[in-house]
């Protein structure tokens, strides 16, 4: 697309997308057991748990419905998406690697909420200057991985968003797969 | 807050504009020149400004404590005086209830009224402790982003404001999906959506 096209755009267009994307990333969560692929990266653990809030329509003439539940495999949400809602918010627990955040995303804006860190080993409250440099870098480093990895979840929904194939393949197996 | 302790709240910036070459000296600078300042008469309302991060006393920042590698870490301090809205109302009648009996009065006109209800507001004010809040800020100063730790769209307005006012740079919120900030793949992905 040409220069002109970049410039006709305008982020409020694409609102859509923040909640097309949380849904779509239950079902790859859902798709092969909280195992989701990512091209150059690999395979990283994703689960929907807790609490879902789904959302249709906008402003007053919303209609929201909240799913909570520790075990519950949140079968209302998916009730809920047959009749057209679409995921606003979840509570997310992620895994790369041997490390383990636990927080709520928030589709409409791509904000995080109460995000629990990996637990690390406490090398005590030492007053060295590099140390506690390190700790607070570490901790940056830790809020930063989660928020970057939302971010390449995005960029591979959005990749097939764009292409014919979502609605021959993609949208049929998700519809089937909430439907089911 | 939790940025660097607990759990973490946090809303993600772009920071659009030049950064001049010694930005560093100039944040310094600036970051002081900004920095937190208690409400000093007793009829300001809010006040905002920066504080350090780690000890929000602290808005000397010396010794640059705010620097952490390629980031700085620092806090944005709001204070705000609220007048319960059911206190104001009841001042007001027993205000507007002396007016009346000392000057023998059967009615009071709404002119009076404005008047009698903005003395006592600016009475209560006077008196008002204001309620202090603090947000972190992480800002990753080379690749031009930074986190808030809120998601309260009062304080966004309040972040933005003071940080332009501070840094001559613009925060914007950011999503992937904005087309200002789509690299030459995404902003071909959006054009083949937009409906």
């Known amino acids: 697309m040409g220069e002109q096209g970049i410039m006709d755009m305008e982020k409020s267009d694409f609102i859509f997308l923040g909640r097309e994307f949380l849904t779509w990333l239950w079902f790859k969560s859902e798709e092969r057991n909280g195992s989701i692929l990512i091209e150059n990266i690999g395979d990283i653990e994703l689960l929907f748990f807790q609490r879902i809030v789904l959302e249709s329509g906008e402003g007053e003439y919303s209609e929201t419905v909240a799913c909570r539940g520790l075990h519950a495999d949140l079968k209302e949400g998916k009730a809920a998406l047959k009749m057209g809602k679409r995921l606003k918010e979840a509570r997310l627990k992620m895994s790369i690697g041997s490390d383990e955040w636990e ?34 870098l570490e901790r940056v480093y830790m809020i930063e991985k989660p928020m970057n990895m939302m971010e390449k979840l995005f960029a591979v929904f959005l990749k097939k968003r764009s292409t014919p194939l979502w609605s021959s393949e993609e949208l049929p197996r998700m519809e089937q797969w909430f439907t089911r | 807050m939790g940025l660097l302790k607990g759990s973490a709240t946090f ?13 560093r000296d100039f944040f310094d600078t600036q970051i002081k020149l900004h920095s937190f300042k208690e409400i ?57 209830k002396k007016y009346a009996e000392e000057n023998n009065l059967k009615k009071i006109y709404k002119e009076q009224r404005a008047e009698i209800r903005e003395t006592v507001r600016r009475e209560l004010l006077a008196h008002t402790a204001p309620v202090p ?62 409906k």
């Open chain 1, 103 to 136: 927080f709520t995303f928030k589709a409409d804006d791509f904000d995080f909420q109460s995000m629990k860190m990996p637990a690390r080993q406490e090398s005590g409250e030492s007053d060295d200057e590099a140390e506690r440099e390190g700790r607070m």
């Open chain 2, 40 to 96: 000093s008469t007793g009829l300001e309302e809010k006040s905002t400004g920066w504080t350090s991060s780690e000890n929000v006393l602290d808005t000397d920042f010396q010794y640059a404590g705010y620097s952490l590698g390629d980031y700085v870490l620092f806090c944005l301090r709001i204070d705000r005086k609220n007048i319960p809205p059911a206190l104001l109302k009841l001042k007001v009648l027993e205000a507007e």
């Open chain 2, 133 to 194: 809040s603090f947000y972190e800020v992480c800002w990753a100063l080379s690749e031009s982003w930074l986190i808030l730790g809120t998601l309260s769209a009062n304080v966004f307005e309040d972040f933005e404001e003071l940080f332009k006012r501070s840094f001559n740079l613009i925060p914007v919120h950011f999503v992937p999906w904005d087309p200002a900030f789509a690299d030459s793949e995404t902003a071909s992905a959006l054009a083949m959506l937009k």
């Open chain 2, 11 to 23: 809303t993600r910036y772009r920071v659009i504009g030049e950064m001049q070459d010694g930005f």
